[in-house]
C-alpha cells in the first residue's frame, strides 16, 4: 500500500473539529492528516467562552477534543507559532508557518474563521482595549483588578461579556449606539425589556451613544470618551461584530471579496482547495452569503467530508435559520420578518410583569414572522409553521397562546 495522500486543515475553530470528527467518523481516514492552528490549545468551543468567562463553567468544559483525540486518530496537530501558517504556495502545494516549519499538500481545507472588528478611533491601540474572541481573550480580562469595564457593542456578544464580567463582580457599562440592546434581532419592546432585565442584574448601558475616543495613561486605557459623556474604564472590550479571515487566501491568489469566493460545493478557484465556515463567501440567487452561525458551518464540513472521500456530489443549500439565543438567563426567539410591514398582520401577547412577549407577523393566514421573549417553547413549533406556509386560519384565535391551547384533532 502506497503512502496517503496529505490532506492539510488550517484551523481548528468549531468547524475544523467537526470536519476531522466526520473524517474520522468510520475510523479510518483515507489521508495523512496535518492540522494547523494559530491558537495554544486544541478546538474548543467558541459559544462556550461566554460562560467561561463566568466562572460557570471551566476549560474542560468547552474543550471538543482532547489532545489524546488528536493522537490516537493519528492527525498532526500543530498550534502556535507551529500552526500559524504565513503563505501558501499554490504552485509548489505547501504551506508555511510563522516558526518556519512547512507542510506539503495534496489537498488543502481552509478554516480561518474571522477575526474581530476594530473601530478606528483615536487610542485604538491602547492596551486594555481588546476584542472577545479567544480563549486568550478571557484569560486577559480575568488578569488584573479591573473594576470598571466598558463594553463596545449591545449585540449578543456584547451582552454576554458584560454579563460574565458583572458575575466576576466588576462595574460594566455597554455602549450602543442603537436605541435597545439587540437592534437587529429584537424589535423595541423586546430590546427594552431585555435591558430592564440586564439592569436589574447590575450592567449600565448608554444607548444611541456615539464613540469619539479612548483616554490613556502610560499607554494603557483609563476610560472612554463619548459625545456628551465620559466613563472611566481600565478595560475595553470591543464587540462590534467580525469580518471573514482572508489575508492567507489573497496573499496567494485565490479569488476573494468579503470571503474567500467558494461554489455551492465549497470549492475555492483552486481545484486542490476547499474552503468552508466564517471565511466564506457564496453566491446564492443573486446573493453573497456570508456565515456567522455554527448551523451552516457544521453543513459546510459536512460537503467537505463528502468531497474528500470521493462522495456524492453534495451542494450547501442555505436554509432560515432561527435566532434563539439565551442571555443570562432570558430566553429569546426571533425568526423571520418581525418587522412588518404596512399590508402585514400583527398580532402580540405582552405581559411586561411577567417578563413575556410574543409578536407572530402574519400575511394572508400565513406566519411572516416571529419573535418571542421569555417564553421561547413554541419557537420551533412557530418556525415550521413558517417554513411550510401552513395556513393558519382555522386556529387563529389560539395561536399566539402556543400549540398546546389547539383543540385537539
Known sequence: MGEKPKLVVIGNGMGGVRLLEQLFANGYCPFEVTVLSVEDSPGYNRIQLSKLLAGSIDLDGIQLKPLQWYQEQGIKLFTGEDGQTVNIDRDLRQVSTKSGKTFSYDRLVLATGSQPNRIPVQGAD???VMAFRTLQDVNRMLEGNHQHVVVIG????????ASGLVQRGMFVTIVDNMPTPMGRQLDSVAGLLLRE???????QFRSEARLKSYDGIDDHVCGVQLEGDYLPASL????????PDIDLMKA????SQRGVLVNDQLQTSDPAIMAMGECVEMQYNDQSLLFGLVAPVYRHAEIVVSHLLGGSREAFVPVPIPTNLKVDGVDVFSSGEFNPAESDEVITLHAPGSQLYRKLVIKDNRIKGVLLYGDVTDGLWYQELMASS??????RQQLLFGQRFLPAA
Request: some cysteine; aromatic content about 2%; charged content about 20%.
Open 252 to 255: 496567494c491568489g485565490l479569488k
Open 126 to 128: 491602547l492596551k486594555g
Open 197 to 203: 432585565t440586564l439592569e436589574s442584574r447590575g450592567i
Open 154 to 161: 449591545g449585540g449578543l456578544l456584547g451582552l454576554e461579556c
Open 390 to 395: 401552513t395556513d393558519i386560519s382555522s386556529f
Open 236 to 243: 475595553v472590550i470591543v464587540t462590534a461584530g467580525v469580518r
